[in-house]
């Protein structure tokens, strides 16, 4: 049976963080408590910081998602009263840049997503890619969901070394947070590096939906503020 899109709910953190490595361990420790105990939270990727990227907007973070079920799997007692949890997220926040929970999760997603992948994915270290996309108008931003969702569905069953997407649309975002109609980003996972450069069509190739998307970007392609590429070589996958 192919793979197919299935709706979520999903923390894509991005917390401006004083202390990265403390977070990032406090995070890999939580994480695999909570796919082990909570029945459902299927998995938690710990990226970490980006790999050099050029726009200091995205450096000085330390990046996470928590996949759910559903909203209810993670705002329910199953997660919210799950013992450590509410001591771990007093640790997380001290580590703060501004010591200011809004401020420092500025840029993080909280709100229902889409997830496609592969049967059978175990914990283990993995390659990720993270894209942040600013499309012309909400028009463009669907069309740029389906053309992700396409990809996805051509590129997680085919291919070895392709593990999982995860879409989120930033207009869905829940709470106080800064949200737009025109913000889309996804996140996607492969076995390594290697992997990530197959599925583009070789190192440093652009691949076919990145040539796709650009008519639908704000700058139709010619700014590079219009489309982020993390890359978070160091990504733990925690998964049941």
């Known amino acids: 049976m192919g793979q197919s899109w299935v709706e979520e709910f999903v923390i894509w953190g991005a917390f401006k963080c004083k202390d990265v490595p403390t977070a990032f361990d406090l995070a890999c420790t939580d994480a695999a408590i909570q796919v082990q105990k909570e029945p459902r939270a299927p998995r938690m990727a710990i990226m ?24 209810q799997a993670w705002a329910g007692p199953e997660h919210k009263e799950r013992e450590g949890n509410k001591e771990f997220m007093e640790k997380l926040l001290a580590t703060g840049m501004k010591g200011d929970q809004l401020q420092d999760m500025a840029g993080s997603y909280v709100g229902p997503a889409w997830h496609l992948g592969k049967p059978g994915v175990a914990t283990g270290d993995v390659f990720a890619v993270m894209y942040v996309a600013t ?10 969901i389906e053309l992700v969702k396409a990809d996805g569905l051509k590129s997680v069953g085919p291919e070895e070394g392709t593990l999982n997407y995860t879409l989120a649309y930033t207009t869905n975002m829940m709470g106080p ?18 992997a990530w450069n197959t599925h583009k069509g070789g190192e440093g190739a652009e691949s076919d939906l990145v ?15 219009d489309m982020a590429v993390l890359q978070f070589p160091g990504t733990k996958l925690y998964a049941k």
């Open 211 to 225: 040539k796709k998307m650009k008519p639908l970007l704000k700058s139709e392609g010619k700014d590079d503020n």
């Open 135 to 144: 499309t012309k108008d909400a028009d463009a931003a669907k069309q740029l």
């Open 48 to 71: 970490g910081t980006v790999a050099g990227h050029p726009n200091d907007h995205y450096n000085d973070r330390a990046y996470w998602l928590a996949e759910f079920e559903c909203m």
């Open 177 to 194: 947070l800064p949200k737009d109609d025109v913000t889309v980003q996804w996140y996607e996972v492969y076995k390594d590096i290697g």
